[in-house]
């Protein structure tokens, strides 16, 4: 058993690696700001386990962090707490170098005065935005790929990871990265994507898809993604980075039809399709995202398990079944595309 400290983790993927960790027999500390990403209900079936404890704190508080530190004592630190909503990012940028630039230089810093047991590591959990993005014929994303971030987030998360190098190096932290694609999956915030798309169905109301839908992504279910990052803390060489992705490449469209196949298949009535309305295409919008996923495949033995049809078909069963956990959090004032 290993002290794991996560941050973020009543965020939709701090909170499927929460659980991964403890299914595992692992001591976890939650560290998280519990700002308007969060959802504690993501956590209501864990927070009686005796080996999980709950710290609301803000990463970017140094004092707090290293008071974390000394009394908990991880042995791997997971740092996946960030601002993540490209939309909300072009709209006030400030908070996203807060938190994503800012609190992860807290972190480290936290870390380097730590007094770390052996075998200590510090993962860091990014995105592929970071790369830009691509045209419909090049190849995918390698983890060598230049740094070319569209957005104020991808930016500032291209700012964490150099940040995170540039520790590893100078300082000699030992440090893990990894730069993943699109999740999805149960209990996902209401502004994303896929549950914008099921909750505007459900409601029979007009399913908004940027431009003309043929922006493309991988989508990584979210269970994947938490098993991916426990392989890399587990496996990976320090220092180096790793791309995790679900080899599931779609346009925004064809997921969106996907979700409404299987909403028809549930509900029946008037096709769901029918509902979809092409909005104006937010600024600097990437054209595709791809990753090649080879070297976490290759060199530690990972690979996505969940198939993306039956994935959507195992999120949309539980979005139906579960309505009071996330009816609450979606207001339908912000489209939330954040694809």
Known sequence: MSQILITGGAGFIGSALLRRALAGGHSVLNIDKLTYAANPNSLSE????????????????RAAMDKAFSDFKPDVIFHLAAESHVDRSIDGAADFIQT????????LEAARAYDRPDGFRFVHVSTDEVFGDLSADDPAFTESHNYAPSSPYSASKAGSDHLVRAWGRTY??????TNCSNNYGPRQHAEK???????????REPIPIYGTGENIRDWLYVDDHADA??????????????????N???TNLDLVKKICAVLDD????????????????RPGHDRRYAMNISKI?????WTPCMKLDDGLAATVDWYLNNKAWWANSFDGKRQGLKT
């Open 100 to 107: 994503n630039i800012v609190g992860t230089f807290t972190l």
């Open 229 to 246: 990052l426990m392989t890399v803390w587990n496996k990976g060489v320090l220092g180096e980075s790793y791309n995790i992705g679900g």
């Open 297 to 301: 495949e290759n060199d530690l033995g």
């Open 46 to 61: 864990i927070e009686d386990n005796p080996n999980y404890q709950f710290l609301r704190a803000d990463i970017c508080d």
């Open 172 to 177: 000699g932290l030992p440090i893990l990265l």
């Open 248 to 250: 599931a490449e779609l």
């Open 193 to 203: 994507l896929i549950p914008v798309v099921i909750a505007k169905a459900l409601r």
């Open 266 to 281: 549930r509900l029946g009535g008037a096709p769901h399709a029918d509902l979809i309305s092409f909005v104006t295409d």
